[in-house]
């Protein structure tokens, strides 16, 4: 096929404001993934859209896996919670209540 670029499972990103860490969950536009490389602002770093990643998560809140999460942007971490935030994957494995991070396995949101 001559005009396959790539599977797309891993994309090159610029750093927004304030730069990436790697391994932190990043929304830009319609894609919601992970740092694969740090990388200050303005510099190109590589994320993954798709995979299972232990990343933050909301406390006082338990998932059971298969439960749908979404992205939150403000407070940076994963939830259950659909309101106000961006739905990008879902629990991996469960997750305590207490736990401040959980298994997600990312889905494309489009």
């Not at 797309?8 to 992970?34: C, E, R, W």
Request: aromatic share 10%; hydrophobic share 40%.
């Amino acid at each position: 096929m001559r005009n396959f670029v790539q599977p797309g499972n891993t994309l090159d990103f610029v750093a927004q404001s304030g730069g990436v860490v790697s391994g932190a969950t990043v929304k830009k536009g319609a894609f919601i993934h992970v740092s694969a490389t740090s990388a200050a602002e303005g510099e190109t770093y590589s994320g993954d859209l798709v995979g299972v990643f232990e990343l933050a998560a909301k406390t006082n809140q338990a998932w059971t896996q298969g439960d749908v999460l979404y992205w939150d942007d403000t407070a940076k971490n994963w939830t259950k919670t659909a309101t106000d935030n961006f739905k990008g994957g879902a629990a991996a494995a469960d997750k305590a209540s207490a736990a401040a991070t959980g298994q997600v396995r990312l889905t494309p949101t489009i």
